[in-house]
């Protein structure tokens, strides 16, 4: 969100030099900042044992395969937004989960954080939000996500990192 009046006060905001920040929205009768506001949202590549990544087809995009993700809800750390967002998605529970990275998702105002999560067994849809889901390597997984997404980049993260390679 791109605040252009105090949400305080509702006076218009004007432009300051702050610090190393460099110009940011300020208002002067509450004498402070105020800075853009963005959602953070966990993005997950689920995988088995062997290696496999889970994708997905979601209902409000039924053209491409995706990566479990979500917001994280308030009051709520960005591993326990990872585990619920797969429990409600696939019905599976994770395992282990290790962080990969984050990317700034500037279409959607959002900050992405990127996980690898372990999980076991046969996903199954457990929203409506998923038509579909299949477990495919790490070479078929960034094959069949949107080039340049930012679920692609995940796993070229986690495959590059497999292989001893700098991402």
Wanted: contains cysteine; hydrophobic residues 35%.
């Amino acid at each position: 969100m791109k605040f252009t009046h105090c949400p305080n006060c509702g006076q218009p905001l004007t432009a300051r030099s702050l610090g190393d920040e460099g110009l940011v929205p300020w208002c002067e009768s509450c004498s402070r900042p105020w800075f853009d506001s963005f959602s953070t949202c966990i993005i997950t590549a689920v995988m088995n044992s062997k290696g496999e990544v889970l994708l997905q087809r979601e209902t409000r995009r039924p053209d491409r395969e995706v990566l479990v993700a979500g917001y994280i809800k308030p009051g709520e750390s960005a591993e326990d937004a990872t585990r619920r967002e797969i429990r409600e998605e696939t019905g599976l529970t994770a395992g282990a989960l290790r962080y990969v990275a984050s990317w700034p998702h500037m279409d959607g105002n959002m900050l992405m954080l990127g996980f690898a999560a372990q999980a076991e067994g046969e996903a199954a849809p457990a929203s409506d939000e998923v038509l579909s889901s299949r477990w495919c390597s790490l070479d078929e997984s960034v094959a069949a996500l949107r080039e340049g997404s930012i679920a692609q980049q995940v796993v070229l993260a986690i495959r590059n990192e497999s292989a001893g390679q700098e991402s």
